[in-house]
């Protein structure tokens, strides 16, 4: 894909009133244009490569715009690796809008969305999953996911596909030599060991994919589901971890009918916590398809809560609702924390407790606060081990990297039934180069102009 030789602009921050605003302008144009809005005897070469300066911008008649700071940058030392100008004027919507239609008005175009981050793709400046890191760094909205996708885009998960990229070429490389000493009966590749590597390498995909699902649970929040008897505190619980009153309290009990949904950020991880409506056997009609819901939402939960009344005497009600709880962790690998709620009251003796080594236990009031924050240790700390979240094991791959991946592998697998079956090697060679050109794919080497333009139609403009 070529690149054309237009030159783009584009309001790099917020529309809207703010201190200052950002314009970034990126192509073989870029210096010349900013040369129109300065003074005959200060143009822009007079600035520093990669310095800052200070500046009155002009319009045609030579009448003050603004004044602005620049910055310069000289190809191919910059972001998209083409002359680039940064300008940072006084924010609001006037002075960004007279700057970027004068640019238009002398030859620049506006970019379009993504556009900057595509020309540095294809300048060679990035690859195409460090090209998705920046939009996913844009919109991540915990320290958690933003610390993963930033490694990301420092390279390391292209270095871990390279790495794996040129121990396939390797294995081809010997497989294609023994096809040419054919008739010599010459084979330079072993063949156990290759079925080892590919053993190895398969693993290694698993291991990939298996980040699919850990990357959305990190962006769009782990699950947790609030479960417990009508009148626990429930509702008291979510408004506690929220640390506003979210949800409508009542001594009445059966107050909430259906789930409420909301996001907090714990110990630096996004968590979409579910208030759910109290679970009891005898219930009238509306309040049974609530339960209904209740139910369903701690089957889609990684975490269960379970809150009972610290102050009250154990009810079947609450057996049975551990006992639900229990199976559905074990189907799913959930994990349940329990918590004695209302421990500001006075304790009944004949107080709900159930012990089992899948659940964890935490005393707490919702009233006062007592025990929040080592529930919301126990919260993260149910997660992150199950994630593995450290930057050097967490991989955050999106729906298009996920199907490369699984091409990939199931190349990869066809290859081990050919060695199993023993084949010639070149149908193992031929299965192993599609695996080599799905994850060449993967990193944007080889892709279409359809599935660039789909990838950065979701990018903001000024990116």
Known sequence: MDLTNDTIVALATPTGKGSIACIRISGPQSFSLMNEFLPANRPLEHFPINKIGVVWLQDDKEEKIDQVTLVRYQAPHSYTGEDVVEIFCHGGKI???????????????????????????????????????????????????????????????????????????????????????????????????????????????????????????????????????????????????????????????????????????????????????????HAEQIERIGIERSRRAAREAEVILLVSDNSQIASRDDFLLAEECLQISSDKNSTIIHIRNKTDLPESPQAFTFSHNRIRLVRASALTGMGIDELETAMAEAVVP?????????????????????????????????????????????????????????????????????IFANFCIGK
């Open 95 to 281: 002075i960004p809008s007279l700057i970027i239609e004068r640019l238009c008005t002398h030859g620049a175009r506006v970019a379009k969305p993504g556009e900057f981050t595509k020309r540095a793709l294809l300048n060679g400046k990035m690859d195409l999953i460090q090209a998705e890191s920046v939009a996913e760094i844009v919109n991540a909205e915990s320290p958690a996911y933003l610390s993963g996708v930033v490694s990301q885009l420092e390279g390391a998960f292209s270095q871990k596909l390279s790495a794996l990229r040129q121990r396939l070429l390797h294995a081809c490389a010997l497989l294609e030599l023994g096809l040419d000493f054919s008739e010599e009966d010459l084979e330079f590749s072993d063949r156990a060991q290759l079925r080892q590597e590919l053993e190895q390498l398969d693993e290694v995909l698993a291991n990939l994919l298996a980040g699919f699902s850990r990357g959305q649970a990190f962006k769009e929040g782990w699950r947790v589901a609030i479960i417990g008897k009508p009148n626990v505190g429930k509702s008291s619980l979510m408004n506690a971890l929220l640390r506003h009153e979210r949800v409508i309290v009542s001594e009445i009990p059966g107050t909430t009918r259906d789930t409420i949904d909301e996001h907090v950020i714990i110990n630096g991880l996004l968590f979409r916590l579910i208030d759910t409506a109290g679970i009891r056997e």
């Open 386 to 454: 199950r994630s593995g979240q450290t930057s050097e094991e967490i991989y955050f791959i999106n729906q298009r990297q996920k199907l490369c991946l699984e091409r990939a592998r199931t190349a990869l697998h066809a290859a081990q039934a050919s060695l199993a079956k023993n084949l010639s090697a070149e149908f193992v060679v031929l299965d192993l180069k599609e695996v080599i050109h799905q994850l060449a794919e993967l990193v944007g080497e080889v892709t279409t102009e359809d599935v660039l333009g789909e």
